[in-house]
Nanobody
């Protein structure tokens, strides 16, 4: 069983930056970030392969968000720049227990483990 712990959320103003962290307790494969607003479906944000060599982004965050993985692969980061009010959501980290690739990264049902979520609020 893998445990994921997110941190780094908070209240910021439009244009500010935040860096989210997701610490994993065990070996896992691809890692993704999703976000959800109450009453809406969970939305893909970004994902990174186990090695960190491949990353994926939703169109609405491309160029503003950067996903990365630390050298021992146990922590995944999401650097969010130029935040907008529409980025307000609870952000969840998810990890796959087996190899996934390509378009599978975008599908939340492909992930086996989820963190508890961290709230990001962007407001003036």
């Amino acid at each position: 069983q893998i445990q994921l712990t997110e941190s780094g959320g908070g209240l910021v103003q439009p244009g500010d930056s935040l860096k989210l962290s997701c610490a994993a307790s065990g070996r896992h494969y691809g890692t993704g970030w999703f976000r959800q607003v109450a009453g809406q479906e969970r939305e893909f944000v970004a994902a990174i392969s186990r090695t960190g060599g491949t990353s994926y982004y939703a169109d609405n965050v491309k160029g503003r968000f950067t996903i990365s993985r630390d050298i021992d692969r146990s922590t995944v980061f999401l650097l969010m720049n130029d935040l907008k009010p529409e980025d307000t959501a609870t952000y969840y980290c998810a990890a796959a227990g087996r190899h996934i690739g390509g378009s599978y990264y975008y599908n939340p049902s492909e992930y086996d483990y989820w963190g508890q979520g961290t709230q990001v609020t962007v407001s003036a």
